[in-house]
C-alpha cells in the first residue's frame, strides 16, 4: 500500500532553499555516473551548498573528501541525497534519521515507499523518483531542454 504523497513544488523549492549541506550518498568519481553529474551541478556557483560525497569505496572525487558514511560527515546534512538501489533505501533512511538529517531525498528513478514510511516517522521531508539538480534548475531558471541554461533565446533548438 503506497501511504507516501509526493511533495507540491512550493516543498520542494522550500527544502531547497532552506538546505545548506547536502550528503551525496552513492556519490562516485565516474563522470558516466548520474551522481558525478549532479554533484558537478551542485559544485557550480548557481548552488551554495557544503557538499558531502559518501561512499566507502573513494576516498576523494572531484577535491572533496569523501565519506563512507553518513555518520563521519562533519555535520549533519540537510538533505541525503540517495543514488542507489531501491532496496538499499531503508536502511540509509534509518541512517538519516539517526543523524537528524531534515531531508531524505531519493533521486530520478529511486522509489522506496519502506524509506518514506521510516524517514516520514521521524518527521523528514521526503522526496523521491526526482533529481536535486534539475529540481534546482527549475527554480533557479536555468532548465534548458538539454538541463543547462544556454543564455541562448530563439525559437530554434541549438
Known amino acids: 500500500m503506497n501511504t507516501w504523497t509526493p511533495p507540491a ?18 556519490a562516485s568519481s565516474s ?28 576516498t576523494e572525487i572531484k577535491g572533496f573528501r569523501t565519506y563512507p558514511s553518513l555518520a563521519d560527515l562533519p555535520e ?23 543523524i537528524g538529517a531534515s531531508t531524505l531525498w531519493l533521486q530520478l528513478g529511486i522509489v522506496s515507499e519502506e524509506a518514506a514510511r521510516i524517514a516520514q516517522e521521524a518527521g523528514l521531508d521526503v522526496v523521491m523518483n526526482r533529481c536535486l539538480k534539475i529540481e534546482h534548475a527549475r527554480f533557479a531558471g536555468g532548465l534548458h531542454l538539454a538541463g543547462f541554461d544556454t543564455g541562448i533565446i530563439s525559437s530554434t533548438r541549438h
Open 31 to 58: 563522470p558516466a555516473r548520474a551522481s558525478n553529474f549532479v554533484l558537478t551541478y551542485l559544485m557550480s556557483s548557481v548552488c551554495d551548498y557544503r557538499l558531502y560525497p559518501v561512499n566507502p569505496r573513494e
Open 76 to 98: 549533519v546534512p540537510d538533505i541525503v541525497e540517495v543514488f542507489r538501489r531501491p532496496d538499499d533505501c531503508p536502511e540509509i533512511a534509518r541512517e538519516a534519521v539517526a
Open 9 to 26: 513544488a512550493s516543498d520542494r523549492k522550500r527544502i531547497l532553499d532552506r538546505a545548506r549541506s547536502v550528503a551525496i550518498v552513492g
